[in-house]
């Protein structure tokens, strides 16, 4: 079975410029997760969907933040326009179900702002 | 409203040794707890998880985890340390709730010396 995807693994650009993060999660899987990770901290929650609707994304800066999952499978996040606080590791990570206890987390990408 | 404490940010063990890795819950509902571990420049991958049920829960790689309601601990322990161990664990709470979310603990860097 193949595993959550993500790319790019990793990037580098200065503020002010945008990014997007491409994730595509495990086949069958309802449920999906963007998490930031900051150096020294664990994964934050960002946006979780339910197929191709929000569940939640009370944590997501969404002045500069988006993210969709228009077909309810692959998943964008995009930042626009970046900032030096949003250098951090975005995981992404996926569960059959809402309620399913066990979820699976891609590699990341690793963000660098300069 | 739910959170980890993680006491430790760096734990360094003998091979061979016992690991210990401490995490604290606080949750206003039965939680339930998880361990992760990644490994560098790799996504999270599960070790165990507490449900319900028996509270001493066994994972993969010979990592257990006990779940102490009236210490609210949910300490992690491998009775002998190997190299492979090294790597950066997570302690993490769901309410199993509505949205399921995952809040995690800062990490524990652990070393292992040979």
């Known amino acids: 079975e193949a595993g959550v995807a993500q790319s790019p693994r990793y990037k580098i650009i200065e503020k002010r410029q945008s990014v997007a993060f491409w994730c595509n999660p495990i086949?069958?899987?309802?449920?999906l997760y963007w998490y930031q990770q900051i150096l020294g901290q664990g994964p934050k929650l960002l946006i979780q969907?339910?197929?191709?609707?929000?569940?939640?994304d009370s944590q997501l800066p969404k002045d500069r933040f988006s993210a969709e999952r228009l077909k309810g499978v692959d998943s964008t996040l995009k930042i626009q326009p970046a900032k030096l606080e949003d250098s951090a590791v975005y995981l992404c990570?996926?569960?059959?179900?809402?309620?399913?206890?066990?979820?699976?987390f891609g590699p990341g990408t690793r963000l660098t702002v300069t | 409203a739910q959170s980890v404490t993680q006491l430790g940010s760096h734990v360094s063990v003998s091979e061979g040794a016992l690991v210990l890795l401490r995490c604290n819950y606080s949750?206003?509902?039965?939680?339930?707890l998880f361990w992760y571990v990644q490994y560098p420049n790799q996504g999270l991958q599960l070790l165990l998880k507490?449900?319900?049920?028996?509270?001493l829960v066994k994972g993969i790689n010979g990592f257990e985890a006990e779940f102490k309601k009236s210490e609210t601990s949910f300490h992690l322990t491998k009775p002998s340390a190997h190299m492979s161990d090294a790597a950066e664990y997570f302690c993490?709470?769901?309410?199993?709730?509505?949205?399921?979310?995952?809040?995690f603990g800062t990490g524990t860097l652990l070393a292992v010396q040979p």
């Open positions: 990570a996926s569960s059959l179900a809402l309620t399913s206890e066990n979820k699976y």
């Open positions: 507490y449900t319900t049920g028996a509270t």
């Open positions: 086949s069958g899987h309802a449920t």
């Open positions: 949750s206003s509902v039965p939680p339930y």
């Open positions: 969907f339910q197929n191709n609707g929000v569940v939640d």
């Open positions: 993490a709470v769901s309410d199993g709730g509505a949205t399921n979310k995952l809040i």
